[in-house]
């Protein structure tokens, strides 16, 4: 599968995602575009994805079994997944894609995006051998209640949640503090563009008024009062709001498209 070939960054501002899977191609052509495969070009992520198949030990490149014991489905096999991470010697942690595992979030994301590189394991059919979970990966990650064909999908929202998060990844630096689950904890605020009208619904005069700083406090205002109404775990995680927040949601009442 394709790699990151670029050697135009300094090796301690790349980060190295290794990807193991029966389907890599999955992963790899979701990483070829956008912001991912910018940063693939420039040599800021080193994505490797690896096909699992390629260490079976039988020419049928088997890679699953029945499951001791009888029951539906089939089972990853433990020894072409055993080869292939010691094969390449990935980076750890190596995290097995799981609906068990710990709930994968932005706090998460942050963590990973700290690292200097981190593996994951794409499981297919029921699930993998036992023995991966106990003597090979380091952890379990899940991003959410959700049953899906395979990991790969799942692999696709981490690395590009955590490669964002990466300094010079995106264009503009106060992104990652602004938007949801950013530094403040809160949902983003209502967006908006041209044209100022659309079908008689026109933007808030006060973001078209150049006041810039009229302009955040408004701002930081429709944040609180979209993630109280959605979101009021969140308030509740960050110690409610402060007295100069309740002074803002007075100022600017919630937004009337909300």
Known sequence: MAESTADTTPRSARLRIDVFSLFPHLVDRFCADSLLGKARDVGMLDLRCHDIRDQAPDVHRTVDDAPFGGGAGMVMKPEPVFAAVEAHDPPRPLLLLSPGGRRFDQVMAHELAATDGFSLLCGRYEGVDHRVRRHLVDDELSIGDVVLSGGEAAACVVIEAVTRLREGAMGNAVSPVTESFGVSGLLEEPQYT??????????????????????E???????????????????QARGGVTADERALLEEFPSDPYH
């Open 194 to 215: 041209r044209p100022a009208e659309f079908r008689g619904w026109t933007v808030p005069d006060v973001l078209r008024s150049g006041d810039h700083a009229r302009i």
């Open 217 to 235: 406090r408004y701002r930081h205002a429709q944040r609180l009062h979209r993630t109280i109404r959605e979101r009021p775990d969140l308030i």
